[in-house]
């Protein structure tokens, strides 16, 4: 395990997070902001300033996305932009969109499609842009 660690370039992680996560800040704030209140019941409610667990706790996630992602990639020599392309398909709907809807089936989530359409889709996205810089950044 201590191989897999040394052998990742932190660089090519941190590079990779940063617009994964700033993806995030955009998608639910300026690309989907109505369809996402929708989605949550909040439609007519006001926008609420962002409490720090709410910026800090995606930052979190998505990092750990991220270096998980790296981790994988160089275990599975992932090292061809086809190659990044097929493993963010398979962990983009295999993990992140399937684990995403099935959260968001639940009581507190009235519109559970449409907040798993809108949530997975950004995850998707931001885990083929990540694994893209990933496989750049070798």
């Known amino acids: 395990m201590i191989n897999l660690f ?30 996402y209140a929708l989605s949550l019941g909040r439609e007519n409610e006001p926008a609420q300033p962002s409490a720090p667990i709410f910026i800090v706790g995606p930052a979190l996630c998505t ?16 090292g061809s932009y086809g190659g990044a392309l097929l493993f963010a398909l398979v962990v983009g709907l295999g993990y992140l969109v399937a684990n995403t809807v099935n959260i968001a089936i639940n009581p507190n989530i009235p519109r559970p499609l449409l907040y798993g359409a809108i949530s997975g889709a950004y995850h998707l996205v931001g885990i083929t842009v990540a694994s893209l810089i990933l496989v750049t950044m070798g």
């Open 6 to 35: 040394s052998d990742l370039n932190w660089l090519g992680v941190l590079l990779a997070f940063v617009p994964y996560f700033l993806l995030g800040a955009l998608w639910f704030t300026v690309f989907f902001p109505k369809p």
């Open 63 to 78: 990092l750990v996305i991220t270096l998980t992602s790296a981790l994988l990639m160089n275990a599975l020599a992932v």
